[in-house]
């Protein structure tokens, strides 16, 4: 499963991560594939595993003190006196992909990167040296896909002032110079092509388009032409317009005191001015109810990657915890359906995964891993079989009851983290949850019952309407994929893509 939390931020987290990108697709329970249809389910066993308490987990996690400046900004403290360490996370709402311009793909991703570039005082050689000087670290970051830019820093307690200081400057003050920002296209160009030769993100990439449409989500990478056009102007004016303290979360965690922190806050972030900048994302748009195949040529690959899946929900839907425990028994792990089906028992692939991703907007499921070619068909019928065999019957109770005390198991390891705790304050306090809302989540997943696992594959999950990406070699697979519906050929910037050229005496499957 995938909890809201910012991974740089809370590197220790020990929940297992469920990403997800879905599409919609039709028709696919009633296709023939060709394969063999009396092929049961897998039955892969794992034995001698050691005994667990199948007892509720109840944990009271410990409260931050919570304040807002007159500025606006939410302080979320954790203290914690076990070791001379402090770390902070400035989350800003509203400075994050979702809100660029549509003909600006990465802008807010650029100011991120730029922000310790160089302020009005310090060059970046200079903000390094004395990052470096006092043993703290910074950085930040703004994700495709989310809403909010994050700015991360730790260190000694000891330092605190001195590194919190250099943090506030740089997220105040930054002045994106000119020959910084030049350095830095230099370097992501390259980048950017050397993704675009990746098979996963060419089928993430596909995916997220043919999800989301023209909605913000669907966009997943900066382009170089988007690069080009960046000055730094653009960086500063769009730094001013939504780097705003009244959209921002500042959590802090570890060897400080909250009451004397706090006071010097209010001194340290006056200069913040509150703005008139509000936050509004705009709903995601419905799942598709038709069948639509993507295939991005690679000629000559000898493996395709697949991805199939469908939008779902958003956080705060109810169905939630009912998702994350089928996703556990159908695709989060090692464990898990679609693993032992088409890895350990046909062999077809190292691995194969599902996953659920749900943000402020409806996020998607997803199913996927990397394959041979020539079993490309046989995958399919697995995938499917799997797919449907989730919605149609019943998840036996051996199984659920390992999968849900997996994810609650994976949940109180992450509780021996301070930066973890912090995390999920600030995901309640994102989501408007209740001040329990942790406290109860063990309980929420335990109560899961096998007839909530079918009602919402049913819901959420139909092959009939899902989308499907492969990469690979066209002409070997294309025959294949058409079976599912018609093939839309894309190229690596999802453009689309002429039909491939049959080599001579070239087959297909």
């Known amino acids: 499963m995938r909890f809201t939390m910012r991974g740089k931020f809370f590197p220790q987290a020990a929940v297992v991560a469920v990403l997800a990108c879905a599409l919609p697709a039709a028709g696919w329970s009633q296709v023939d594939t060709g394969q063999d249809k009396a092929i049961p389910p897998s039955k892969v066993e794992r034995l001698n595993r050691a005994p667990v308490s199948k007892e509720i987990l109840k944990v009271t996690l410990p409260?931050?003190?919570?304040?807002?400046?007159?500025?606006?900004?939410?302080?979320?403290?954790?203290?914690?006196?076990?070791?001379?360490?402090?770390?902070?996370?400035f989350d800003i709402d509203g400075a994050g992909q979702m809100y660029e311009p549509a003909n600006l793909p990465g802008l807010a991703v650029t100011t991120a990167r730029m922000l310790d570039q160089g302020t009005k005082t310090r060059t970046s050689k200079q903000i390094a040296e004395q990052i470096d000087s006092l043993g703290a670290s910074l950085s930040a970051s703004s994700g495709f896909g989310s809403g909010s830019t994050s700015l991360f820093a730790s260190g000694l307690s000891d330092t605190f002032d001195q590194w919190f200081a250099l943090a506030s400057e740089v997220l105040l003050h930054p002045s994106f110079p000119a020959d910084e920002l030049a350095q830095y296209r230099s370097r992501a160009k390259p980048a950017l092509l050397q993704q675009r030769a990746q098979p996963g993100f060419l089928a993430f990439q596909t995916m997220s388009r043919a999800l989301y449409g023209t909605y913000?989500?669907?966009?997943?990478?900066?382009?170089?032409?988007?690069?080009?056009?960046?000055?730094?102007?653009?960086?500063?004016?769009?730094?001013d317009a939504h780097y705003a303290p009244q959209n921002t979360v500042l959590a802090i965690s570890g060897d400080v005191h909250a009451d004397a922190l706090i006071a010097k806050l209010r001194q340290s972030l006056a200069e913040w001015k509150r703005s008139k900048e509000t936050v509004k994302l705009q709903p995601a748009p419905p799942p598709a109810t038709q069948t639509k195949v993507f295939l991005v040529d690679r000629p000559g690959s000898v493996q395709t990657t697949l991805l199939m899946g469908n939008l779902a929900i958003d956080r705060t839907n109810p169905d939630y915890p009912a998702l994350v425990v089928l996703n556990e028994v159908l695709g989060a792990g090692s464990a898990s359906r679609l693993f032992l089906n088409?890895?350990?028992?046909?062999?077809?692939?190292?691995?194969?995964?599902?996953?659920?991703?749900?943000?402020?907007?409806?996020?998607?499921?997803?199913?996927?891993?990397?394959?041979?070619?020539?079993?490309?068909?046989?995958?399919?019928?697995?995938?499917?079989?799997?797919?449907?065999?989730?919605?149609?019957?019943?998840?036996?109770?051996?199984?659920?009851?390992?999968?849900?005390?997996?994810?609650?198991?994976?949940f109180a390891l992450s509780l021996e983290s301070p930066q973890q705790l912090i995390g999920y304050a600030i995901t309640r306090k994102a989501y408007n949850f209740p001040a329990d809302y942790w406290d109860k989540y063990p309980a929420q997943i335990t109560a899961v019952t096998a007839d909530d696992v079918q009602r919402v594959a049913k819901k959420y999950i139909n092959p009939a309407t899902m989308q499907l990406v492969a990469v690979g070699d066209a002409e070997k697979i294309k025959s294949v994929l058409e079976k599912y519906g018609p093939v839309e050929m894309v190229d690596a910037s999802g453009k689309p893509a002429a039909e491939p050229a049959k080599s001579p005496g070239g087959n297909s499957q």
């Open 63 to 89: 409260r931050p003190v919570e304040t807002t400046l007159p500025n606006g900004i939410r302080v979320l403290i954790l203290e914690d006196h076990r070791f001379p360490l402090a770390a902070v996370e």
């Open 342 to 410: 088409l890895r350990e028992e046909k062999g077809y692939t190292y691995g194969v995964y599902s996953s659920v991703t749900a943000r402020k907007y409806a996020g998607p499921w997803t199913a996927g891993g990397d394959l041979r070619t020539e079993v490309t068909g046989g995958a399919m019928t697995e995938f499917l079989r799997e797919l449907n065999r989730i919605r149609d019957e019943k998840v036996p109770d051996d199984e659920m009851d390992a999968a849900k005390r997996t994810v609650v198991a994976s």
């Open 216 to 239: 913000p989500a669907a966009v997943v990478s900066s382009t170089p032409e988007s690069l080009d056009a960046v000055t730094p102007e653009l960086l500063a004016n769009w730094h």
